[in-house]
């Protein structure tokens, strides 16, 4: 393992070898040694740490947080078997960072994929979970957003600078009700990076599309997956105007967990930014109880 502190001290880049060889990369915000229980931070599907800096910042305060960049996302290595992007192979890399951190029970805060993921290790290590959070995600994917998505992520959208790649993220998901240029500007940085040709490319490897795809063929039924949270204290965040979570999914949730937390977070699609002053306030008095 590997680290060095950034260069505004708010977090921790370490790097583990994952079990298979792959270098991949974390943020490791907060004290280890508080006694308050760490938060584990699980991003979507394309996504990355960066997308969890304000909320990672703000609970740092308190608690030790982890934020991962999954195998070709963000600054992890790029696998060159496509076959490895997929679900367990993820799940897989999740518990081996909390065996090398030493991490044995946390609150895990999931994002889409991360929801899912979370709630598999609900299911595979029960004991690890103390408390989850599932941002804009459940057992009930609409097909609609997910074919949205597929196409999203699909080919790489090559930007000459900062100011035109946030124009076209502004116009490539309008649908997206967000009203603040600050939301716009961090979406774009945590979507691009600067490549060697001086432009800036998605920061993810395109090639887990195929895995996505190799996945989407044999979708399991989810729902036990999601019975498996039944003991674990949940938060549940929905974009009000979100095409993957819909009402009638997060209704169907709520039937089958009526102590489930959730809160529909306004002026957000898929997927709540968690800086929202209603996701803010969930979140706070959700951990509060730990």
Known sequence: MTSGASAERRYVERHLTAQDGLRLYYRDYG???SARLPVLCLSGLTRNSRDFEPFA???AAERRVLSPDYRGRGLSAYDTNWRNYQALVYLNDTLH??????????IVVGTSLGGLLAMGLCAVRPAVVAGLVLNDIGPDIAGTGLARITAWIAEDQPQPDWETAEKFIRTALAHLPIKDDATWRNLTR???????DGKLHFDYDTALVKGMLHDRASIPDLWPMFRATAAVPTLLLRGE???VLT?????RMVAVRPDLLHVTVRDAGHVPSLVEPESRQALDDFLARF
């Open 31 to 33: 004290d280890p040694l």
């Open 97 to 106: 960072l909390l065996a090398a951190t030493g991490i044995e029970r946390c």
């Open 57 to 59: 910042t703000r609970t």
């Open 247 to 251: 009402e009638e999914g997060l209704a």
């Open 190 to 196: 945590g979507t691009f990076r600067e490549g060697a």
């Open 241 to 243: 105007a979100s095409d």
